[in-house]
């Protein structure tokens, strides 16, 4: 959820934006209290609250439940500016879908599993009610109390590791995960405990699962949120949670998703859109690093450094009306990092195969990544054949139309690109992203990236394909 990375310039920008947000509210309410005052008749003595009446009780009184609702345009002119200000993880199309839940709602009990610098944009929208943030990271906790001593914060740690997930999956069909009860004294091994009292007793209207951070074999995974999420929500008995899961595109928590939210206990759902992952292959020093970096940041460094592992970044863009939100593997080239990323095709929705069009060697050896596609990627995975600084015309060895000879054989398309001076990079992205639209037909709920769920506290008749 959390993006470390932030300018501190943009958080004081945050913070004032923040502050005005709550001057205009404390304006708007003022105004409402004193109209209403001048249109109540004057109260006689015998009127007069008790001695004895609290500041809430007296506030009861004389306010509705919606009177602390922050207006629908001041909700939104404060997640423009948020937005605007940081770089929050989900997309202004994802955080619409909680906050329109958010807006009804409100002031109301709001669960989030994840801390960040959009934190306070959150607890601001649930302005009146209880926001509480759980994040596995103390450090980081620490770090974001210092800027927003307002936020609820609480630590929380998780056991499981993602490569354990599908172990996991088993155990969450045991008796004693699928009976519905405190996750304090469950003894199923998903259930988060050891938290503060304050978080199994509230009876939470709305929950966010967008931590813990991280998707590779050794990061915690989101199984025990998604898990304690449902149980929670299942234990409101005869009311209504919402629950909002990000990043549900991928594999973790589509599958936990569906067997702990949706099955038998979904109402409704609402919010999809298009992601699609893609990949970058190829020998290394070919350039991948430098599309990625000039399509996703629009800069570029002549300095060559190794990817080590797996590095990916996102960009969101517009492509006939719609958002597609393109998640961008850059994997390492070398030998010994081949037992890392082959993990990595899987779950891909196109790979990009890049060349050096001044070795020949690169190019010879995109056979063998082709190998390694059909080896590990899925059979309807898209392909793009990329050759890289084509500004280098003078060394270039790789004839343009041998090359796309090659692409044609294998009925896949071709594009010469250049990172260094911005030529064809943003078209070989948007060409694959078309292609895998085109293959997936109009359906982005099929692979949609974030997933807002209405949970009832008792069992109702399951609908088909839930979450699908």
């Not at 001048?38 to 009184?61: E, H, M, N, Y």
């Not at 199309?93 to 959150?122: A, Q, R, Y």
């Not at 813990?212 to 990061?219: K, M």
């Not at 996703?296 to 002549?302: E, G, I, K, L, R």
Request: aromatic residues 10%; contains cysteine; glycine residues 6%.
């Amino acid at each position: 959820m959390r993006s470390r990375t932030q300018n501190p310039s943009h958080l004081k920008l945050l913070l004032i934006g923040i502050f005005c947000a709550f001057f205009i509210l404390f304006l708007l309410r003022s105004s409402f209290f004193s109209s209403s005052k001048q249109k109540a008749s004057p109260a006689s003595k015998g009127d007069l609250p008790k001695p004895s009446t609290s500041i809430r009780d007296a506030k009861a009184a004389n306010c509705s439940p919606t009177c602390t609702k922050i207006p629908p345009s001041l909700a939104q002119a404060l997640i423009h500016y948020s937005t605007s200000t940081i770089t929050p993880q989900q997309t202004l199309k994802e955080i619409s879908v909680t906050s329109k839940v958010l807006e009804k709602k409100s002031p109301c009990n709001f669960l989030v599993f994840g801390l960040g610098h959009d934190s306070l944009m959150w607890s601001t929208l649930n302005y009146g009610g209880r926001t509480v943030f759980l994040e596995e990271d103390e450090a980081w906790i620490e770090q974001i109390k210092r800027r927003f001593p307002m936020l609820e914060s609480y630590h929380v740690t998780y056991d499981s590791k993602v490569h354990q997930a599908n172990n996991l999956m088993e155990v969450g069909k045991g008796p004693e995960c699928t009976a519905i009860g405190d996750n304090r004294y469950s003894m199923c091994q998903l259930a988060l405990k050891g938290l503060p009292d304050v978080v199994y007793e509230t009876k939470w209207d709305l929950i966010m699962v967008d931590a813990p951070t991280g998707y590779y074999e050794e990061a915690p995974g989101r199984m025990s949120a998604i898990y304690t999420a449902g149980m929670m929500a299942r234990n409101k008995k005869g009311k209504e949670t919402d629950v909002f899961v990000h990043d549900v595109n991928r594999v973790v928590e589509d599958k936990f998703s569906m067997a702990f939210l949706c099955e038998g206990y979904l109402k409704k759902q609402e919010g999809s859109d298009y992601l699609f992952k893609l990949l970058l292959i190829g020998d290394s020093s070919v350039g991948k690093s430098c599309l990625l970096l000039r399509f996703a940041d629009d800069s570029y460094v002549d300095s060559y450094i190794s990817t080590i592992g797996v590095d990916f970044k996102i960009r969101t863009v517009e492509q006939d009306g719609k958002t597609v939100k393109l998640q961008i593997w850059d994997t390492a080239g070398q030998e010994r990092f081949r037992t890392i990323t082959s993990s990595y095709y899987r779950g891909a929705h196109g790979i990009i195969i890049v060349y050096d069009v001044t070795e020949m060697e690169s190019f010879n050896n995109v056979k063998q990544w082709l190998s390694e596609i059909d080896r590990y990627a899925n059979d309807s995975v898209c392909k793009l054949l990329v050759g890289n600084k084509c500004d280098l015309v003078e060394n270039k060895v790789v004839d343009t139309e041998m090359a796309k000879a090659f692409a044609d054989e294998l009925g896949i398309p071709f594009l010469e690109t250049s990172a260094k001076d911005s030529i064809n990079v943003e078209q070989a992205f948007l060409t694959m992203a078309g292609e895998i639209k085109k293959k997936m037909g109009n359906q982005p709920a099929a692979n949609k990236k974030s997933v807002t769920v209405q949970i009832k506290g008792q069992p109702i008749e399951q609908k088909s394909n839930c979450c699908g």
